[in-house]
């Protein structure tokens, strides 16, 4: 599963429950942590129906690729230099999202495609 179709997963259930208009549609919270910090959920629905287990085993299988606050993770592994670790496929859309935006970055602040010549250091004032 992408981490987009994730994210786009979970952006569609929110909308799905909040555009309900019902009068009967009760409110469902609730909480949790990933990625080292906490979450809170709200939303409405006519049959009361809690979806944090749904949402607790997405964000499960994402932090077991990419958290950074988890030691077994993926990414954790990778960055304390462990040999024979396989990126899935989360790590790797992870990864290649940082390479265009690492280039894009440096693409936007490359001076030297601006300057037109050379200036001379200024003279040391000892």
Not at 2 to 30: R, Y
Not at 69 to 81: C, V
């Amino acid at each position: 599963m992408k981490i987009q179709h994730s994210i786009l997963f979970l952006v569609l259930i929110n909308q799905l429950f909040t555009s309900c208009t019902s009068e009967n549609t009760v409110p469902v919270k609730f909480t949790g942590e990933t990625q080292g910090t906490y979450y809170a959920i709200t939303y409405f629905d006519n049959d009361a129906r809690n979806f944090q287990s749904q949402v607790d085993s997405i964000l499960k299988v994402i932090d077991q690729s990419v958290s950074l606050w988890a030691p077994g993770s993926i990414i954790s592994r990778i960055n304390r230099g462990e040999e024979n670790v396989v990126p899935d496929e989360i790590f790797m859309d992870l990864f290649k999202m940082s390479e265009e935006e690492i280039q894009d970055a440096l693409n936007a602040f490359n001076a030297h495609d601006d300057v037109k010549g050379y200036v001379e250091p200024l003279p040391n004032d000892n």
